[in-house]
Nanobody
């Protein structure tokens, strides 16, 4: 059974940092690209970042470029999102998602339960 379990969310002041983690199990983690997706209160899903299976190629939404860093540890089956210089508009539930195919094209087939990030003074 595929499982994606996010952690690391919380309340942080503007300008602060958080690191999210996503522990993966039930599939060969190192064979699949992964993404982070977020949903702000009352809004739709917004793609945040993606990383290829080997971890040497990444992509970011313009809204987070230069502030967030995606990474992965295939030995630990874990995906990360380092978030710096956080802004109130980064407040959202953050989900990790697995691509259906090994590359980062195409749909997601599994999602985590999400972790809440709140940026507020």
């Amino acid at each position: 059974e595929v499982q994606l379990v996010e952690s690391g969310g919380g309340l942080v002041q503007p300008g602060g940092s958080l690191r999210l983690s996503c522990a993966a199990s039930g599939f060969t983690f190192s064979s699949y690209a992964m993404s982070w997706v977020r949903q702000a209160p009352g809004k739709g899903l917004e793609w945040v970042s993606r990383i290829n299976s080997g971890g040497d190629s990444t992509s970011y939404a313009d809204s987070v470029k230069g502030r967030f860093t995606i990474s992965r540890d295939n030995a630990k089956n874990t995906l990360y999102l380092q978030m710096n210089s956080l802004k109130p508009e980064d407040t959202a539930v953050y989900y990790c998602a697995k691509y259906q195919e090994s590359s980062w094209s195409g749909p997601f087939d599994y999602w985590g339960q999400g972790t809440q990030v709140t940026v507020s003074s």
